[in-house]
């Protein structure tokens, strides 16, 4: 998935608000004045959303706009604690099997239907169908039973202990009155959503902008902001532009563009500025039925070609750090013993000629059977940061031998016709890393099929076992033992060169009120951001009739 900042609830899986601790640099607030009513915020992504249907989004630019409509039953805190959401409270049982739900009273859907537990039963009757298209279903079907003894209880009971018992209710309850009964593939909540969070869809306007106006119905409160507004922009230079003049309001900038806002007095009048490092990696993944790449050799030559912190300095311009495996530097599931591999040219090319690869006519590049070594690899368009990764690895391959042809590929047609359909060699991606560090959506070798997030076909016995081990089990210590296993085969197998761990580096409006950086990032206390009555600048209807 890619990586992005956007006002997301955490994971949900699954993509949503990217999850970091915070560094500082935070700027100096404006005067304050008293929380009032009014105002928009507007963000930009670099890509339109493809649906509005929770479980079916995998990409960024619909989750973001996914969890400020829907909500869980639980959530995370900005201490990262779980906690009740639309439950009021839940109670697990001794033998950590069963989690009952209790929901708060008068809870109801945007259209002013009553959300009871029969929703949250249909929401698991939902994600565990096998006829549901969806990336995020597995944990579901471990639930050996759901019951629902009256309106405002729920109660789960687990086949077997799951470390993520709890934390799989923060996924979003859905509404039963609207889906039961439906072609999913053909409901129109993908692109009119009918949720129960603190913000409702107002307007759709494909390939331009996506507008939500503050829900009366939301159980927290009316949020102080009239709306929010996400235009689709996908140059970032032209984002950028479009923050000079003050028609965004927010933006996640690039390295290049962080360090040129350093020395825009203008900028620095009008915004804050925030960074913290994200709970996200960046890595160059390869397509294992290429049957080139299938040879671990040929991988581990790659590894051994890349210079991750000339990457690191020259692409992200030194904010951020090497990323080693799929879990964040510092974080308990991280294993710090192992290590990356060293640039070596020497042994790159070394390894490359144990696998066959040489250079017999002395061009420059290595073949094998008279066809030279050209790798194809492709990223999204929109994101430079990606393109410049591209370009080194395109050139630290080429001391070796090997020809890279990088490719930029628009964001939907990157997802529909190259990643879903496994038409790739090699990518430049990123994943957003969720709180619980179970591995099996990306990892796990059933999980190859179309529209699965193990796109690279990654299969390895002993991974699955250990995902297993690490996944059905509350005890952090044995979970450790087996993420720390994982890693190691990881770095032997190679099926991703993790190369960094990015800084999120985020600007906002100063007549905002209300950001603060926190475990979560930043946007978790969004309903309570305001702008003060004198700097008020949007009304939401005079937005949507534009």
Known sequence: MPIRISFRQIFLSWVGL???????????SSALGQPTPGDVLVDASIGDANTFLPGLASDTASTAVIGQIYRGLV????????????????????????????????????????????DCLFTWKFMSDPKTPTPYGEPFTQIEKAETPDPL????????????????????????????????????????????????????????????????????GRPLLDGLVTRSIPN???????????????????????????????????????????????????????????????????????DKEEIIQGVVLGLGQPANGPFKPGSWAHNPKVKPYPFD??????????????????????????????????????????????????????????????????????????????????????WTIPLDPDLFDVWNSTKTRPGDLNFVSFANPEVDQLIDEGRFTLDQAKRKV??????????????????????????????FIGPEVSALGIGDNLIEWYVPKDKQVYQIKSLMTR
Do not use: C
């Not at 990217?18 to 100096?28: E, I, R």
């Open 345 to 430: 040219p020497a042994k790159a090319r070394e390894l490359l000629a144990e696998a066959g690869w040489v250079d017999t006519d002395k061009d420059g590049f290595v073949d094998k059977n008279g066809q030279r070594f050209v790798l194809t690899i492709m990223t999204n368009q929109g994101n430079p940061v990606r393109e410049k990764t591209g370009l080194l690895v395109q050139a630290r391959l080429k001391d070796v031998g090997v020809e890279v042809k990088l490719r930029i590929i628009e964001w939907a047609a990157f997802l529909k016709e190259y990643i879903d359909k496994r038409a790739f060699e090699a990518i430049i991606m990123g």
């Open 153 to 220: 209880t729920f109660i789960v009971t687990y086949k077997r202990p799951l470390s993520r018992a709890l934390s799989l209710w923060a996924f979003d309850i859905l509404p039963s009155h609207l889906l039961e009964g439906q072609d999913v593939s053909e409901s129109p909540l993908a692109r009119q959503p009918v949720g129960s969070g603190p913000f409702r869809l107002v307007s759709w306007e494909v390939g331009q902008r996506v507008i939500l106006a503050a829900s009366e119905n939301y159980f927290k």
């Open 75 to 118: 959530r995370y805190d900005r201490e990262l604690k779980i906690v009740p959401e639309l439950a009021e409270s839940f109670t697990i049982s001794e033998d950590q099997l069963t989690i009952t739900f209790k929901l708060r009273p008068n809870l109801t859907w945007e259209d002013g239907q009553p959300l009871t537990s029969k």
């Open 18 to 28: 990217s999850l970091f601790l915070a560094l500082g640099l935070l700027g100096p």
């Open 482 to 511: 087996a993420y720390d296993r994982i890693q190691e085969i990881l770095r032997e197998e190679v099926p991703y060169v993790f190369l960094y761990v990015p800084d999120s580096l985020v600007t906002i409006n100063k007549r």
């Open 236 to 306: 970032m230079a032209t984002q950028m532009m479009e923050l000079k003049t003050g028609t965004l309001d927010q933006m996640t900038l690039t390295p290049d563009q962080w360090e040129e806002a350093q020395e825009d007095l203008t900028l620095k009048e009008n915004f804050n500025f925030y960074r913290y490092p994200e709970f996200a990696y960046t890595y160059l993944g390869f397509n294992l039925k290429d049957p080139r790449l299938a040879d671990k050799r040929v991988r581990q030559a790659i590894a051994y070609a890349l």
